[in-house]
């Protein structure tokens, strides 16, 4: 509301101010407000002594107080449950999914400004969101895709540290590589060495973390082109936004792909930190690692078939479901298809989670968008045959605690419908979006000042005598 009444203020005295130029320090002036209320580094100034304060208070009033128990399980089974993790940008809650910010993937498709009207969001909208906890206007909005742009700039021997791996080396391999190798531009590094205070730590972290953002889209698209296509990059798009920019750098020009790339990326973004690409992204960071070092670091496990892998296991399994079975499969033969993926020792990818304990949200809104853009698309209907066969049968195994879809079993047959067939590229795309929820925390972290991550691990010799002395006891 602010940025619109300056804004207004600032035309009306535009159109005064030729005649009277005793206006003309207040015109200057508001434009200052305006141009600062555009700039995302500027809000953040603003922004963080009141987040330091507030997390001062949090430490001196309530530090003792106590979160819950560890138990043995949490310890053997991936410290699930145990809370361990300051994470500002999200929270994931197990019914409900996702909220950026408290903001809701519904309510982020109302608030945050689109392309088009009743279009998807735009990803930098949510970049402004997890970094300032504000939903922005568009004209923030496209400030920040300007500044995305302008930032857009990758060189030379990062391609070049890419060519020097077999074309045949996976995607997510190259994508890390082409991270790494745009490291030696890291900002952050140089201002370390130089001998950077600790309060200003946060300032070249933006900077890295900006330019990370606005940078992996190219990379992720030179090695997209590498592998599947004339290895001839597409230059960015004046004329494009974040979203609509990869797709066309990746070569999908139509509305529809590009729509569905801003989605894509938006709900990709961030999931709270405990999972295991942001947690990497965070700890590693918690060394001082640059952002460029901590966000290749989480790249890797994002790399695993568990976590972000599991949206190229999914097309491809869905894609051996139609070449045994064929498009058209009755949802009995289906059902003895799952069976037969479990009784040889596999999970059914796409299904399942961590946290989640329902339906993800972010399946659903995929969903929503096939509805909407692709209902009659084969793979689409498998998919929705799926969300009816799959969690009876996970249930029915007895050990599955939650057996509904989470965002990979979908995010594969739209990217397929538009084109972009090869799945072993999916996770890639997968990290582009990442980059925005990692690096908005990392510049949290350092303005925060938050420190080395250290938990304290034992043995099991050391949890035997534990638990023998506290049944004792
Ligand atoms: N298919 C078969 N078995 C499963 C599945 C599944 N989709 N999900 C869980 N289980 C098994 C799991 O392997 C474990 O078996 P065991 O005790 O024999 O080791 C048992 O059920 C209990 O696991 P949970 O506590 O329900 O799940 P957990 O929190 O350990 O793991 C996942 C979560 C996501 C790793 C698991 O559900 C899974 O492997 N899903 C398939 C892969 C997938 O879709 N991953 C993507 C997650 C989202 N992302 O993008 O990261
Ligand atoms: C994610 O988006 O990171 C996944 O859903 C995994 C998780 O949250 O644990």
């Known amino acids: 509301m602010a940025f619109f009444r300056s804004v207004d203020a600032l035309s009306r005295l535009r159109s005064r101010a030729g005649q009277q130029s005793c206006l003309s320090n207040t015109v200057r002036w508001l434009q200052m407000q305006s141009s600062s209320d555009l700039d995302l580094h500027a809000q953040l ?5 009141e987040e330091q304060e507030r997390l001062k208070k949090l430490k001196s009033e309530h530090g003792k107080v106590q979160l819950g128990n560890i138990t043995v399980d949490m310890v053997l089974g991936g410290m699930r449950g145990m809370t361990g993790l300051l994470w500002e940008t999200s929270l994931l809650d197990p019914d409900e999914g996702i909220r950026f910010r408290g903001l809701s993937i519904p309510e982020c498709q109302k608030v945050l400004p689109a392309a088009k009207p009743d279009g998807e969001p735009l990803p930098e909208g949510l970049l402004w969101l997890l970094l300032t906890g504000k939903a922005p206007s568009k004209a923030q909005v496209d400030a920040l895709s300007k500044e995305l742009r302008d930032r857009a700039t990758v060189p030379d021997h990062v ?8 074309v045949s080396a996976h995607p997510m391999t190259q994508f890390a590589t082409g991270v790494m190798a745009l490291q030696v531009q890291s900002e952050f590094q140089k201002a370390y060495e130089m001998g950077i205070p600790k309060s200003k730590y946060w300032e070249p972290t933006y900077e890295d973390s900006l330019s990370l953002i606005a940078r992996v889209p190219i990379v992720a698209s030179y090695v997209y082109r590498r592998i599947y296509k004339d290895g001839k990059m597409i230059p960015v798009d004046d004329s494009l936004d974040y979203g609509g920019n990869f797709s066309h750098m990746l070569g999908f020009d139509s509305p529809q792909m590009q729509e569905l790339m801003r989605l894509y990326v938006t709900i990709h973004s961030d999931h709270e930190g405990g999972n295991v690409s942001a947690h990497t992204g ?3 960071g918690s060394a001082l690692s640059d952002p460029y070092l901590s966000f290749a670091a989480a790249l890797n496990g994002l790399a695993g078939p568990l976590h972000g892998l599991a949206n190229q296991e999914v097309l491809l399994w869905i894609k051996s479901v139609v070449d045994e079975c064929g498009e058209n499969i009755t949802k009995e033969q289906l059902k003895d298809y799952v069976w037969k993926t479990l009784s040889g020792g596999k999970v059914v990818p796409g299904f399942g989670h961590g946290v989640l304990r329902k339906t993800d949200p972010r399946y659903t809104c995929q969903r929503e968008f096939a509805l909407k853009h692709l209902p009659d698309d084969p793979l689409f209907q498998l998919v929705s045959k799926l969300y009816e066969v799959v969690p009876p049968i996970l249930t029915e195994l007895g050990k599955v605690k939650n057996p509904w879809p989470n965002v990979d079993a979908h995010s594969g047959v739209l990217l397929n419908h538009f084109g972009l067939t090869e ?6 795309l997968f990290g ?4 925005i929820g990692i690096c908005s925390q990392l510049i949290w972290d350092r303005a925060l000042g938050l420190p080395l ?3 304290k691990s034992v043995t099991m010799e050391w949890l035997e005598n534990y638990c023998k002395k506290a049944k004792a006891a």
């Open 45 to 49: 100034k603003e922004l963080i002594p």
């Open 159 to 166: 391609f070049k540290a890419i060519d020097a791996l077999p």
């Open 432 to 435: 582009v979006s990442r980059s």
């Open 282 to 284: 965070h700890l590693v």
């Open 453 to 455: 991550e250290r938990p």
């Open 423 to 428: 799945a072993r590229c999916y996770t890639v």
